[in-house]
C-alpha cells in the first residue's frame, strides 16, 4: 500500500528522499553531519500522535520556516498556513 502511494505522489513529483521507519535515525544523523548540524540523540521514548493535539505544539514561527525550506511542496500540493 505505502508503495502505490509513493508511486501516485511520484507522477505529480518525485520525493527526494523516501525514508523507512527502520533506517530513520541513521538516516537523519547522516543528513544533519552532511549540513553541519551535530547529531540529535533519538530515543524510542515517543508521544503517541493520538495523544498529542496539534494546537500544543503549533508555532508561527517554526511554520514560517517550514514553509521557507518546503517552498516547492507547499506550491505543488496548495498547503496554506494552520489555521491554529
Known amino acids: 500500500m505505502f508503495s502505490a502511494s509513493v508511486a ?3 507522477q505529480i ?8 521507519e ?3 535515525k541513521s538516516v537523519l544523523s547522516f543528513i544533519a553531519d552532511t549540513q553541519g548540524r551535530s547529531q540529535t540523540t533519538f530515543t524510542d521514548n515517543v508521544v503517541n500522535p493520538v495523544d ?3 494546537g500544543r505544539v503549533y508555532d508561527p514561527a ?3 520556516k517550514a514553509k ?5 511542496d507547499y506550491e505543488i500540493f496548495g498547503f496554506g498556513d494552520y489555521a491554529a
Open 8 to 10: 501516485s505522489v511520484a
Open 13 to 20: 513529483v518525485p520525493p527526494n528522499f523516501v525514508i523507512r
Open 22 to 24: 527502520t533506517e530513520l
Open 52 to 54: 498529542l493535539a496539534f
Open 62 to 64: 517554526l511554520e514560517a
Open 68 to 72: 521557507a525550506i518546503y517552498t516547492k
